[in-house]
Every structure is written in structure tokens, then in C-alpha cells.
């Protein structure tokens, strides 16, 4: 009898590759998504498998799987600071009332469940790197306030449901991920600056891109959360690749990556944009032996091939050209 796992926020972009994994290591999954910001496109090739089953349910209602349920993966949520303006009650409902759901069904199915939280935890840090020990430095009413407290009830919610009701919960903070799959109009600035040069059109860096981003390759970023959830270590953990730059260098790496000769051009920085983020890993590394391995020239690569494949369709289609909404007051 295969261990059955659900796997919310399927159709998205980690959870897709979660999904992979799993039934790539034997497991019966089920994958569940409201379609609000994933895409079909992205677990198609799943669809016909014994293996696996798709549920379309927006887990702020109350989820119901029939049988038994050994793992929960809750990997649904919006994700880019652009949905958190288009859907900002919607990302509040899914990080909490959704995770409210997903715990109570763990409950009752004495499963184990891994929430994905985030490195917003830590808000706009102002300790660097950020460590699972520090409190962070969040807007509570700015535009990622949303997301950020959302994750960070979530994390509050997971931890009691530990130790008041002895479930067994995971944590992981996720920092700044890209690869394939990713959508190539959330505004996030991997797919913003990949679909920016493949369309011929400048490239739009933030501010004076002195902020900095460490970038995790999906595959890294995936082995790190399959390590946590068999590991026996229930307080969060950070994973991501500590390697830091700028935004501004990271553009130009892009220029270079893409054989293109786009112009960067500057446009505001957004509100509550963290001036510096970078994982520090040494929890990874101690409890659970990970550490990330494929380079970002390397990893950059495999996903400029991937955004290469998409239909000249699918490319001009971009809902977000106007990034003054990104302005908020
Ligand atoms: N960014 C940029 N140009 C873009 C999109 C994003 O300069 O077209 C910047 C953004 O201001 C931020 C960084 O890139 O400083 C990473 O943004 P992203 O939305 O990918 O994720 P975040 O880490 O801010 O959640």
C-alpha cells in the first residue's frame, strides 16, 4: 500500500515539483489547488497517472479526503507581492484559515504536515543574514502585510496545534526559489526580467537595485523540504542559497545570460521592499545535512531554456506591465 501525501497549491509552482517528487519516490499523491494563481499547465502530465489525483478545492473551505493520509504538504498560497495587491484577502484567508483547515485534517488523520512559510517572516530585516532566531521587522498594514502576517499566524497556529495537540508539524521558511514552471507574469523578478528580454523590452530594475535577493534553484529548494519532513526537527527552518546580489548585477547578469543588448531602466521601489535578504542556513546544514548545490549560471540556464519554450502567446500576455499599482500608499 503506497503512503498517500496531499499536496496543496499543486498547480503552482513549487508544489507542482513537489508533486514530481513525490510520486518519483513512490507515493500516492494527491494534489489539490483553487486555480487562483496555478496553472494546470504545470501538473498536465500528471493527470492520467494511478497515482495521482487532482482535487480543484480552495482549502479555506473545509477540506475533505476520504480514506487515509499519511503527509500534508500546505504549498498553497499567492506569492508575489503583485498577488498580494490583486488578492489580498485571499492570501490572508489561505495562510490562515486555509492553514486552520489543513491542520485540523492532519488532526484527524494523525498525519504529518509541512507548512511552507517564508523569509517575509522577517519582514524588512534588519539583522543580515537572517537567522530562524530573529523576531523580524514586518508592516502589519503595508501591502505585504498580508502575506507576511498570514505566514506568521501560520506559523503561530502550526506551533500550537504541536503542542497543544501533539501533531507532528514541519516548518520551513522558504527564501527567494525560481526555476521552470514559474509564471512568467507574477512580477516576480526572475520571470519579469527572463519575459523582459525575450519580448526585446527594457529591463525594469527597482530602485537603484542596490537590494539584495538570494536565489534558491527549485530542485535544491525541494530536496531541502524533503529532507525537513523526515526529519524529527519541528521548529522552522530556513532554506534557500545564501548566495547574495544585487538586483541591479543580477540584471545584468540577465543581459549577459540572454544574449541580449536590453537597456535597464528604473523604475520606484516598491513599498515594504527588503533592502537585503539572505538566508543563514547553519539550522539546514546541522539538522538535516542540506545545503543547496547548483549554481545560479547553471540554474539560470535550465530556466531562460524553459520561458524559451513558451509560445510567443504566452509571452505577450503580461497582466502586469503597469507596475505603478506596485505603488501603494
Ligand atoms: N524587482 C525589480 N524589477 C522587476 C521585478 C522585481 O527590480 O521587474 C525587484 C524587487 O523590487 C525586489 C527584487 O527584485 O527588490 C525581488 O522581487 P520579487 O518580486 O521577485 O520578490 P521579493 O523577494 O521582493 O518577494
Redesign the pocket.
Known sequence: MKKKILITGAAGFLGSHLCDRFLVEGYHVIGMDNLITGDLKNIDHLMKRADFEFYHHDVSKFVHVPGKLDYILHFASP????DYLKIPIQTLKVGSLGTHNLLGLAKAKNARILIAST??VYGDPLVHPQKESYYGNVNTIGP?GVYDEAKRFQESITMAYNRFHGLETRIVRIF?TYGPRMRLN?????P??LG?ALRGED?????D?S?T?SFCYVDDQVEGIYQLLFSDYDLPVNIGNPHEIS?LD??NEIIKLTGTDQKIVH?P??KD??LQ?QPDISTAREKLGWEPQTHREEGMKITFDYFKGLTQEELHKSEHKD?SQHIVK
Open positions: 506569492a508575489s507581492p503583485i523569509s517575509e505585504r527567494n507574477d512580477g516576480r523578478v526572475i519579469a526580467f523582459q529591463i525594469t530594475v527597482f530602485g537595485g537590494q535577493r538586483i543580477f540584471a523604475q521601489l516598491p521592499d527588503p535578504r507596475f
